[in-house]
């Protein structure tokens, strides 16, 4: 047998072997996504229920609804009976058992009873338990779709090479022996360095750029559902932490309005406390919301907005709103850039309403937009204390003055929610001592004319 035909059928070998591997990790990569993915949304529903059995079921049955969750939820007595409060598409075949139940109390996982489902179960009221499930069969169906287009883009790969070493032997050899190596790293995870460059025909070149595209996809692709799964913990996570404080307020005074004791004075204002906490809720997930959609999704530049004239008329609205305090507006006029309407007056407003939280009502303000260097620039400072700190970003839930209780300082998202806008936007937001003695706020966009 020829030396090149050798080679040939060895390029070949390998290059097939190169593209399964890599179609492996992808499906490894897409599979462990897809279950994650699942496994985060049973466990979302759960931990609405976790800490209050009582209404562990009313919880998940919200969660579902509001997200449109494909799970089913079963509720489980002591005895074994089992009542199904939520059929989705794909529904449990066969009923969980107590047995079942009791080894998903910690974590998400399959059991042998229920082949094609993950499931995960809680504690509710009355000794019963609820339990979470979802179905796999998407999952499956979409690894079997990939690995057959693995296994063809494995074949095609191969009916490639094999003309390419027909045509070239030395150089093609060579570029492909180097493109192997790149991809078994890309394979094992480690794809530090670039790709290698290719010296060989265009057939070569071109395949080397379609790996370079199919390593970046998947870059991609992993990136997106790394930040998907950031960003839902990052939600429950802060939804826990800022929500457990109004929580137990209300339970307390739900609680004393229990008590057949206390008289109607009394009834009164824990009602107004609990409407009071229940507001706060509501703003805070509000906010919470807001700081993801802004964080999770790509730049927000969806039509050109006359920065000046809002920028000129929440001004006006705040001096007209607030007659005792000095405000000098410097507008320039016919400023456009390319953003959402609806977050820039969310960054106005939330910038003016902390001059109107932290400041005395006599304290001077000023607004001053222009354009400098090419971008839009929005100055909002007061002759207010300022902070104790200057040009640090500010953090989710970092109040900058320790002394503000929650009451009276916020939930600490103000600041971070306006830099998460501002960086949204493809702009940036610095703290500064302004010229009139108190805290500056700068805001920096690329103009788009």
């Known amino acids: 047998m020829k030396i090149a035909t050798r080679l040939t059928i060895l390029l070949i070998v390998l290059t097939t072997m190169v593209a399964l591997s890599v179609g492996w990790f992808a499906v490894a990569a897409s599979t462990r996504s897809q279950y994650a993915t699942l496994d985060g949304t049973i466990n979302a529903v759960v931990v609405s229920g976790l800490g209050h059995p009582n209404a562990a079921l009313s919880d998940a049955l919200n969660v ?55 499931l995960r179960s809680l504690i509710a009221g009355g000794g019963d338990f609820l339990v979470v499930a979802g179905s796999t069969r998407a999952i499956t169906k979409q690894n079997q779709r990939l690995a057959g287009e693995v296994a063809l883009a494995g074949m095609l790969v191969a009916l490639v090479v094999l003309v390419l070493a027909r045509l070239v032997m030395r150089k093609d050899l060579l570029t492909m022996a180097r493109l192997i190596g790149y991809a078994s790293d890309v394979a094992r995870g480690d794809d530090r360095g670039a790709i290698p460059p290719s010296a060989g025909s265009r057939d070569v070149r071109e395949l080397q750029g379609a790996l370079a595209t199919m390593v970046e996809a998947l870059h991609q692709r992993i990136a997106m559902e790394t930040r998907s799964v950031e960003a839902m913990q990052q939600f429950i996570g802060d939804a826990s932490h800022e929500l457990r404080t109004p929580l137990t307020v209300i339970k307390g005074y739900n609680e004393l309005m229990e008590n057949p004791s206390i008289n109607d004075d009394q009834r009164a204002r824990a009602v107004v406390r609990v409407r009071r906490e229940i507001d706060r809720m509501d703003s805070l997930v509000a906010d919470l919301l807001l700081s993801a959609e802004v964080r999770e999704a790509p730049p927000h530049l969806d039509s050109e907005v006359n920065f000046s004239a809002l920028v000129r008329a929440r001004a006006e609205e705040f001096a007209s709103d607030h007659p005792s305090r000095p405000v000098t507006i410097e507008v320039a006029p016919s400023l456009h850039v390319r953003a959402r309407a609806d977050l820039l007056d969310r960054l106005l407003t939330n910038s003016l309403n902390n001059i109107v939280r932290h400041t005395l009502s006599g304290t001077a303000v000023q607004v001053h937009l222009a354009r400098e260097s090419g971008r839009v620039v929005l100055r909002i400072g007061d002759a207010g204390d300022g902070l104790p700190e200057y040009g640090v970003r500010p953090q989710r839930f970092q109040r900058f003055d320790q002394s503000r209780s929650r009451d009276t300082g916020g939930s600490g998202l103000g600041m971070s929610i306006m830099a998460d806008i501002a960086e949204g936007l493809g702009g940036t937001m610095a703290t500064a001592k302004g010229a009139l003695g108190g805290l500056e706020l700068t805001f920096s966009f690329p103009t788009s004319g």
């Open 64 to 118: 579902v609804d509001l997200n449109s969750y494909n799970l089913t939820l079963d509720v489980v007595d002591p005895t074994g009976a089992v009542v199904q409060v939520n059929t989705p598409e794909v529904a449990l075949t066969s009923n969980p058992t107590l047995a079942d139940v009791r080894a998903s109390l910690g974590r998400v996982r399959a059991v042998a009873d229920l082949p094609g489902f993950r």
